[in-house]
């Protein structure tokens, strides 16, 4: 049968386009994996490693050909390859922040691959004439793999990111991961506490990844495994699809890996409202000479509140395994666990406070949690993850990752609104619920060139499932509290009492499941050494088997939903590798349901989109010492579903109404000179719908600050008696927030803040000693909703380095 007929006789439609999508990948696949060699027999390549003196591998490190725009960037084990070099006598440049830069001459035969091997020599005083003219501008780290999903460097790169290295996390004594976050551009805190949501361009935006997949968990998320934290900026369904990301972007946790000599660091953290921490990371070789290397991480985290009720207590242990089988294969293992009880979810909802416009108006004691430590939820999670590196050929690698994660969330929570401006309804709730989530990813990388054009592509396929069970039950309006005054019924609120209200109705109970097939493709092509064009493309089938309701054994809610999203993007290095203006075209979507409507019929909807026009320029000026980003974004959502406000039909749903986000980004990263490191950013979003309700249209909602400002300035003494002493200052600026905008009911919302913290720290080569005041001037302010966010809290860190 051939492959017509064999598609005309599939009875299943989906079965059928999944046929065509995989023989046109495998197609696709073998057209590229032949063109290239068409060019390789006239040229050569270089490749090799680059370690620390301790024979440590290091990653990202800069391998570049001078005088062109061709180069790479090792991975994770050290190693780096250029390929399709024409023959003749080259210089290698060696750059890395915190080293020396190098050089090394090479001779490239047609049809030879040379290696060049790089050992590298820390900046440091002994070196001092040596590096006086280089930069050291540490929290500049860009240069990353998992952006575009293939090596790529920042000024090639037509997509806007921010990278947040441990260096940074280090430097700011930072325990929290909300508090990482408060150093990107743009961002900020959604929900107050370990809720681990952002508000990115506008948009509602969760920490879902982990090293490229999934990693979808409900407890808090530890910082002490990362390495660093990379936020993509506008829609990204291309490349990570729709499940996993919003319409600003997406956040990426990219964990520590092994490497190859013993080493460490123990740390113990002590700070006000209860902070008790320690923390180690511990780095062993098993069997240096077969490449067996393992990394384990732990932390123990108990802190309190300075409400009174709240708590947070998490153990976190993550083991990491490689194992560099050869030159061509690696194989890397590893696992991040925790078991976490918590009572974090103290917030205020205005649900109808009006007669108020801020929180500061309202008159609340805001050291009331309106809750109690009995009532808490335990949120034990196992995520693994796999992953297995084999170079196929000079031009072409494949990388196949495998993400599961199994986590749970049990017990009690509340949601507590205020109403009015003398009254809080407290909501309490129980849940049980299990989550299973599992990616698979295969990934195939070529560097390659077509006549004179050079194409960096990756082709992927991705499949995504998850499954949830659950089983709830929420008593609205279980008591209503004073604001003001004391009241008998705050404390009224305990196990005991709601235990006995929830076992007089039934639970609700459900389970869902849904899976995702995706392919996609994406090419970076090289018109000129300066000039290059991003075209990429995925297909999307969406599975979703439905909502059973377990006590009446029914589902409903069942769909599937096929969607394309495409990218477009364009850079021209004015100064090659300094100067860059990029422009860029980005689509994201988001899977809608069939909805039935009062009149009984049902209501098919496709996916809403998002597409996204950028424009700006990138800078890498004065030997990497000052690294910039500044760009302008315009992002429309269209075909997004809403109540239908024509009269006598408000509650049909109709897909006509939109959602406009616009703004400016400008960061700055900047070592202008030795020992002195800045990190700056400001950001401006106008976000509001189109369409939808003529009460709230063009109104800006809970969409976080129209303006925000995020700086950190640090010193570290270097060539002084002082050396190894450090000072730090810093903090973030959020402007205006509404909470809600109404045309009929007027506007709540969170007042603008300047928020400062500030760190002296004494960092010597066997141990370092911190000390952190956040919220320097003991500010009062209020997260997104009305919460107010932590004030005043000293804290002193030691640690030992193995």
């Given at each position: 049968m051939n492959f017509i007929s064999q598609f005309r006789f599939t009875s299943n439609p989906i079965i059928a386009s999944r046929h065509v999508l995989y023989r046109c990948v495998l197609a696709f696949l073998f057209l590229l994996f032949c063109l290239p060699s068409f060019a390789q027999a006239q040229t050569g390549s270089v490749k090799g490693t680059a370690t620390t003196a301790g024979a440590k591998p290091e990653a990202l490190v800069s391998i570049t050909i001078k005088g062109s725009t061709k180069g790479a960037h090792t991975n994770d084990n050290g190693s780096y390859e250029i390929s399709n070099i024409k023959p003749g006598t080259y210089t290698l440049l060696v750059?890395?922040?915190?080293?020396?830069?190098?050089?090394?001459?090479?001779?490239?035969?047609?049809?030879?691959?040379?290696?060049?091997?790089?050992?590298?020599?820390?900046?440091?005083?002994?070196?001092?004439?040596?590096?006086?003219?280089?930069?050291?501008?540490?929290?500049?780290?860009?240069?990353?793999?998992?952006?575009?999903?293939?090596?790529?460097?920042?000024?090639?790169?037509?997509?806007?990111?921010?990278?947040?290295?441990?260096?940074?996390?280090?430097?700011?004594?930072?325990?929290?991961?909300?508090?990482?976050?408060?150093?990107?551009?743009?961002?900020?805190?959604?929900?107050?506490?370990?809720?681990?949501?952002?508000?990115?361009?506008?948009?509602?935006?969760?920490?879902?990844?982990?090293?490229?997949?999934?990693?979808?968990?409900?407890?808090?998320?530890?910082?002490?495994?990362?390495?660093?934290?990379?936020?993509?900026?506008?829609?990204?369904?291309?490349?990570?699809?729709?499940?996993?990301?919003?319409?600003?972007?997406?956040?990426?946790?990219?964990?520590?890996?092994?490497?190859?000599?013993?080493?460490?660091?123990?740390?113990?953290?002590?700070?006000?409202?209860?902070?008790?921490?320690?923390?180690?990371?511990?780095?062993?070789?098993?069997?240096?000479?077969?490449?067996?290397?393992?990394?384990?991480?732990?932390?123990?985290?108990?802190?309190?509140?300075?409400?009174?009720?709240?708590?947070?207590?998490?153990?976190?242990?993550?083991?990491?395994?490689?194992?560099?089988?050869?030159?061509?294969?690696?194989?890397?293992?590893?696992?991040?666990?925790?078991?976490?009880?918590?009572?974090?979810?103290?917030?205020?909802?205005?649900?109808?406070?009006?007669?108020?416009?801020?929180?500061?108006?309202?008159?609340?004691?805001?050291?009331?949690?309106?809750?109690?430590?009995?009532?808490?939820?335990?949120?034990?999670?196992?995520?693994?993850?796999?992953?297995?590196?084999?170079?196929?050929?000079?031009?072409?690698?494949?990388?196949?990752?495998?993400?599961?994660?199994?986590?749970?969330?049990?017990?009690?929570?509340?949601?507590?609104?205020?109403?009015?401006?003398?009254?809080?309804?407290?909501?309490?709730?129980?849940?049980?619920?299990?989550?299973?989530?599992?990616?698979?990813q295969q990934n195939f990388n070529g560097d390659f060139k077509i006549g004179q054009l050079r194409n960096r592509v990756v082709i992927g396929l991705d499949y995504f499932a998850g499954t949830s069970t659950s089983s709830s039950l929420t008593l609205y309006g279980f008591d209503r509290v004073r604001i003001q005054g004391k009241d008998p019924r705050y404390n009224e609120l305990t196990k005991t009492s709601l235990d006995a209200a929830l076992s007089k109705q039934p639970y609700n109970k459900s389970a869902t499941s849904q899976s995702t097939y995706s392919a996609y493709v994406s090419d970076v092509l090289n018109l000129t050494d300066n000039l290059l064009v991003m075209a990429s493309l995925r297909i999307d089938h969406f599975v979703n088997n439905g909502n059973k309701n377990i006590n009446q054994d029914t589902t409903t809610g069942k769909f599937n939903q096929t969607a394309f999203s495409p990218k477009l993007g364009l850079v021209y290095q004015i100064v090659p590798n300094h100067v860059s203006l990029f422009g860029n075209y980005m689509n994201g979507f988001s899977n809608n349901a069939p909805t039935r409507q009062p009149d009984g019929n049902f209501s098919s909807f496709k996916p809403s989109q998002a597409n996204q026009w950028e424009g700006g320029v990138k800078l890498d000026l004065f030997d990497g010492k000052l690294n910039s980003t500044l760009s302008y974004y315009h992002i429309k959502v269209s075909d997004v579903i809403h109540n239908d406000f024509t009269p006598g039909r408000s509650a049909y749903q109709v897909q006509d109404g939109g959602q406009l986000s616009k703004g400016f980004e400008a960061e700055l990263i900047a070592n202008p000179f030795r020992g002195f490191n800045l990190i700056a950013g400001y950001a401006y979003n106008n976000i509001y719908t189109i369409n939808t309700n003529p009460d709230v249209d063009g109104l800006h909602q809970w969409t976080g600050p129209a303006q925000t400002v995020n700086l950190w300035l640090s010193y570290h003494f270097l060539n002084t008696d002082l050396k190894g002493l450090g000072l730090g200052l810093g903090g973030n600026y959020g402007g205006k927030a509404y909470i809600q905008q109404s045309r009929s009911r007027g506007e709540f919302y969170m007042p603008s803040y300047t928020v400062l913290n500030a760190v002296l720290s004494y960092d010597k080569p066997v141990y370092r000693v911190s000390l952190k005041m956040d919220n320097l001037t003991n500010k009062v302010y209020w997260g997104s909703y009305v919460s107010q966010m932590m004030p005043r809290r000293f804290s002193a860190t030691v640690a030992f380095k193995l």
């Open positions: 750059k890395h922040v915190g080293f020396v830069a190098q050089s090394k001459t090479v001779v490239i035969k047609a049809g030879e691959s040379v290696t060049a091997d790089f050992t590298l020599n820390e900046d440091n005083q002994a070196l001092q004439e040596v590096v006086i003219t280089s930069g050291y501008n540490k929290f500049a780290k860009k240069e990353t793999g998992y952006v575009a999903k293939m090596p790529l460097k920042n000024l090639e790169n037509p997509q806007v990111y921010n990278v947040v290295p441990k260096e940074l996390l280090q430097d700011q004594v930072i325990v929290s991961y909300n508090d990482v976050l408060k150093n990107v551009t743009g961002v900020s805190q959604a929900l107050v506490n370990g809720s681990n949501s952002f508000n990115l361009r506008g948009f509602f935006t969760t920490s879902y990844l982990r090293n490229g997949l999934q990693d979808n968990k409900p407890n808090s998320i530890e910082v002490a495994n990362i390495e660093r934290i990379e936020v993509l900026k506008g829609p990204s369904a291309t490349l990570f699809g729709s499940s996993l990301t919003s319409f600003g972007g997406l956040l990426n946790r990219v964990t520590k890996k092994p490497f190859e000599t013993f080493g460490g660091e123990i740390a113990y953290t002590v700070g006000g409202f209860g902070l008790s921490r320690v923390t180690a990371d511990i780095n062993t070789p098993l069997n240096q000479t077969k490449g067996l290397f393992l990394r384990t991480n732990v932390a123990y985290d108990d802190e309190g509140s300075f409400q009174d009720a709240g708590f947070t207590r998490r153990f976190f242990v993550a083991p990491s395994l490689l194992y560099k089988v050869n030159d061509r294969l690696s194989v890397s293992l590893d696992a991040e666990i925790y078991t976490q009880k918590a009572n974090d979810f103290n917030r205020l909802f205005p649900e109808a406070s009006f007669t108020k416009t801020n929180p500061r108006d309202l008159g609340i004691d805001w050291t009331k949690s309106y809750s109690s430590n009995d009532l808490y939820e335990t949120t034990p999670s196992v995520s693994v993850y796999g992953q297995v590196n084999y170079k196929l050929s000079d031009s072409w690698t494949s990388q196949s990752s495998f993400s599961h994660t199994n986590s749970s969330v049990e017990g009690y929570w509340s949601y507590n609104s205020i109403q009015g401006d003398s009254v809080v309804v407290r909501n309490p709730a129980y849940e049980h619920t299990t989550y299973n989530y599992t990616e698979v």
